[in-house]
């Protein structure tokens, strides 16, 4: 990142008087490697999407680091240290394409004791966070519970959760919990007294519960700024108050919807208010509807329908995972071409209608169990989903209807998977190794092999994605045929029409991905991450900017080029360069063809240019 100190001198940090910090930053911060001058800008969010400050929208792909927050095993940090944090980091931008993760924290070990701030959880989880922000990685915290609390669980149980404190579930005396006939550990959300009750009286404001919430995310906030750099502190987009929020249980005549309006909302505005004492003022609340607003299954009504426009001060925030594929009964077969666009069609909706920007900050499937041959299919729709709302075989004829490009973190980035040593709910008779070692989950996109190095778990054509990072302008039409695999079988859903024979010969059999937008006036260039895949020496580009193959190094005087992406990774990005403003561009980017002829290259771009003037205009 840049030096902007200059540029945010001006901003007046409010923090918090309570909380003593020690450790006051260095005065001058290191710059990202591999840097350019555009690069670590503060995100905003305006007219509906994230913009840095040179008016790009931006789309943020990553990760969840990481479900090792739930466990015991390195007291509720996502790395055990600092170091497994930078490979980690390290690895997820080379090896899984991602500009951006959802931190994960937990409140059971920021707060062990009511009312007293353990600054030394908060250093560690400071430090971890900076090995991502040092990468080039944006950060987005976010306070994690599922089922509450693993103080609710007895030791013997089937279950465990993660979340608030000993303390908080101690003043409730709770019912000893069970699920009864449970197959997924989910059903303990609605079926599980004990886990009702807890989440009852945590929106009720029980014993005052969400009142040292509150007071414990200022402090910890505050406490990130001030061990954060200037240009670190850039980096973070804003906070995910609470995750996967639910009722528990609904008061009579009170409604999924009624409850988000009447307990929810006003959570999340006295967060925000908490947000701006902590001196994140400028940076957004990514805020979660009903965790049964989107489900495929389990669904009620909501999606924050009554919080009115969310503007720049809020993220419209959900997750989606497809509970038939997971059940195992209810979807026999694989994900097929389109199959989430509805679904994810649906946020872009919500959020347009709130006017805000969307982020699906949780999605993913099973790897390993009965259904986890599903998993190459149903990521691979739901990527396609990220990137357009019309399913492959309609792209081409439809392209306009592709809507915004969506931010997503995939669930999970762990690099102990099948590594673990946790206890479960503290019982030494029941040490988890396998999986992500969380009730029977197996998520996690990574692990490490025997010599310590970070492994990819799925196909990497399918999670190291061509994707638009940054578009100088708005975005019209995009999509991605990554040709990932399900087992031996090669996916394509979106095959370029012969009616474009140049265009299909120039992508063969290759990856390729086509964005098209207009222009906006702005000095930045456009971005593209370039996966692994598209080794520069082998990468075509068609665009009405002109055609190259193995675009040379960026220059600010070179329309077509590729540099290294900020992080010192070695992960790469495409650079377009527009001057005007209010013109349509589009950019055609494969690695398929070998060297290929100047009269395909310009036999390919006249068939590009024809086709967005008849389709687009």
């Known amino acids: 990142m840049p030096n902007i100190r200059a540029r945010l001198l001006a ?16 005065a001058t911060a290191a710059t990202v490697p591999d840097s350019l001058s555009f690069d670590g800008t503060p995100l ?5 999407r994230f913009v840095d400050a040179g008016g790009r929208e931006v789309v943020l792909r990553g990760y969840n680091v990481s479900g090792e927050t739930k466990l015991a095993e390195n007291k509720g940090l996502p790395f055990a240290s600092v170091a497994d944090a930078r490979k980690s980091a390290a690895a997820l931008r080379a090896l899984g394409g991602g500009n951006s993760v959802r ?27 900076r090995a991502f922000l040092d990468a080039g990685i944006r950060v987005y915290p976010d306070f994690h519970q599922d089922l509450y609390s693993r103080y609710l669980f007895d030791p013997d149980s089937w279950y465990t959760g993660d979340g608030a404190p000993q303390w908080a579930v101690d003043l409730g005396n709770y019912p000893d919990e069970s699920c009864g006939i449970c197959f997924l550990w989910g059903q303990n959300i609605t079926q599980n007294g004990a886990v009702k009750a807890a989440q009852y009286d945590f929106w009720h404001n029980a014993h005052g519960l969400q009142d040292s919430f509150l007071a414990m995310a200022q402090q910890t906030m505050a406490y990130i700024r001030q061990n954060l750099t200037t240009e670190q502190f850039a980096g973070v987009l804003g906070f995910d108050p609470y995750n996967e929020p639910y009722a528990g249980t609904y008061d009579s005549g009170q409604t999924s919807r009624t409850w988000e309006r009447d307990l929810l909302w006003p959570f999340y505005v006295k967060f925000r208010a908490r947000m701006d004492a902590a001196g994140w003022q400028d940076k957004p609340a990514f805020v979660e509807p009903n965790l049964f607003w989107n489900g495929n299954v389990s669904k009620e009504e909501g999606g924050l329908l009554d919080a009115g426009t969310l503007g720049s001060r809020y993220v419209f925030n959900t997750h989606f995972y497809d509970q038939k594929a ?5 979807m026999w077969g694989k994900a097929a ?7 994810f069609g649906t946020v872009r909706d919500r959020a347009s209608a709130a006017r805000t920007a969307a982020i699906v900050s949780e999605f993913g499937h099973p790897l390993s169990g009965t259904v986890s041959d599903k998993a190459p299919t149903v990521l691979k729709a739901m990527y396609q989903a990220l990137d357009s709302r019309v399913k492959g075989a309609s792209w081409w004829t439809t392209p306009t209807a592709s809507g915004p490009v969506l931010s997503g973190s995939q669930w999970q980035w762990d690099i102990y998977h099948g590594r673990h040593h946790e206890l479960m709910n503290g019982n030494p008779d029941k040490v988890l ?7 029977d989950e197996d998520l996690s996109a990574v692990r490490l092999d025997d010599t310590g190095k970070v492994t990819l778990r799925q196909d990497a054509r399918l999670l190291d994605r061509i ?8 975005t019209l039409a995009f999509t991605y045929e990554d040709r990932s695999r399900d087992g031996s079988t090669t996916l394509t859903w979106n095959p370029v029409p012969s009616s474009l024979p140049n265009v299909a010969q120039l992508v063969g059999s290759g990856q390729y991905g086509l964005l098209v937008w207009r222009s906006n006036g702005g000095s930045a260039p456009t971005e593209l991450h370039l996966p692994a895949s598209f080794p520069t020496a082998s990468t075509t580009v068609v665009s009405d900017l ?11 005087a070179t329309k077509i080029a590729a540099a290294p992406e900020p992080g010192g990774t070695g992960s790469r990005r495409l650079l377009l360069i527009t001057a005007d403003s209010g013109t349509v561009h589009y950019a055609l980017v494969a690695n398929g063809a070998a060297n290929p002829s100047a009269s395909l290259l310009a036999a390919a771009r006249s068939e590009l240019s024809t086709w967005v003037a008849q389709k687009i205009g």
Request: with cysteine; glycine share 12%.
């Open 11 to 26: 901003v007046l940090v409010v923090l918090c008087g309570f909380l003593t910090v020690a450790g006051t930053p260095t």
């Open 44 to 48: 905003t969010v305006s007219g509906g």
């Open 103 to 129: 931190f994960l924290l937990s409140w059971a070990y920021a707060e062990p004791v009511r009312g007293q701030v353990d600054t030394a959880y908060l250093a560690a989880a400071t430090d971890q966070m």
């Open 326 to 330: 997971i059940s195992g009964i209810l």
């Open 337 to 343: 071409d389109g199959q989430y666009v509805t679904d």
């Open 433 to 439: 190794t396998a999986g992500d070692a969380w009730n």
């Open 467 to 474: 994707y638009p990072s940054a578009t100088s302008g708005t």
């Open 546 to 556: 002109g055609t190259v193959y193995a675009p040379p190094a960026y220059t600010s």
